[in-house]
């Protein structure tokens, strides 16, 4: 989280950006192929669970890694607007599950890297519209309580009880990371850098920040260049969540744990 806001404070904008339709799609198929991979590599004990099961957990993971209920919660903290931040979150929940329900299904058709970029891509193409549908259904319930919508209170650099809120609530995104590392940690080959490598870059993936930085950058700010700092804040920030939980989790969690791979 001190990642975020370092580079903030040291000048780093945050990044508002409105890509087309299509670079949307492509940054929906790399969080996609992410979650693919986490379910493949937790291996047979995931693979053959039944797809409410596997569902559940990719929405556990997508919902938490993306920081679904903590970006409601910081909403009202901000705002005051508690009410209009709890309406807020039916959105991405339903769109965190539709994606997780497609991940969950597609993930018995994957078989090689082939399988698994155009598995990735016609998820993305379904989510993508079904998000669409799902927006349109929900913007008259939007629209009716539009009046408990409130202007932010707090603007950076924010005051203590605002940065306290941000730091507790981003629990949410490492438990989502540690879950991603229980599952696939025994799974992976390689020395322990690997590990953390290909920890950090799941995590990132699967919060989406590494489609954005690739394909929105160049529909943030007024150039290419400051488009991939504003991202790019963010692909730090998710790199350093996933290697620091792969190495609490090797030095305090592995032992625990089921020597096999997979959800026992």
């Keep these: 989280m001190s990642v975020h806001v ?5 000048g780093a904008p945050f990044p508002l950006s409105k890509p087309p339709s299509w670079v ?40 938490a890694i993306q920081e679904t209920l903590r970006v409601g919660i910081m909403n009202g903290v901000v705002t005051g607007g508690w009410a209009y931040s709890a309406i807020g979150l039916i959105r991405p929940f339903i769109r965190a599950l539709i994606l997780s ?6 993930i018995r058709w994957v078989r090689s890297v082939i399988s698994l970029i155009m598995s990735a891509l016609v998820i993305a193409v379904i989510s993508t519209v079904a998000r669409k549908f799902v927006a349109y259904a929900l913007e ?47 799974a992976l080959p390689g020395s322990k850098p690997v590990r953390l490598l290909v920890i950090a870059s799941l995590v990132a993936l699967i919060k989406g920040v590494v489609g ?22 963010f692909v730090l920030e998710f790199l350093t ?10 030095a305090f969690g592995r032992q625990h744990a089921p020597k096999t791979a997979g959800v026992q």
């Design 140 to 186: 008259p319930l939007v629209q009716h309580f539009a009046w408990l919508a409130r202007p932010d209170l707090y603007a950076f650099p924010y005051p203590i009880h605002v940065t306290v809120a941000a730091y507790l609530t981003f629990a949410e995104a490492v438990a989502g990371a540690t879950l991603v590392t229980m599952l696939i940690w025994d």
């Design 241 to 250: 969540l996933g290697a620091l939980t792969g190495l609490a989790w090797d």
């Design 101 to 106: 329900f497609l991940c969950a299904v597609a």
């Design 6 to 10: 370092g580079l903030l404070a040291a």
């Design 24 to 63: 949307q799609w492509l940054n929906e198929a790399f969080i996609a192929s992410g979650l693919l991979i986490v379910l493949k590599l937790a291996g047979p004990a995931m693979v053959d669970r039944r797809v409410a099961a596997r569902t559940a957990v990719a929405f556990l993971i997508l919902a």
């Design 212 to 233: 954005s930085t690739l394909l929105y950058s160049a529909f943030t700010g007024e150039t290419l260049l400051l488009g991939v700092a504003s991202w790019g804040q």
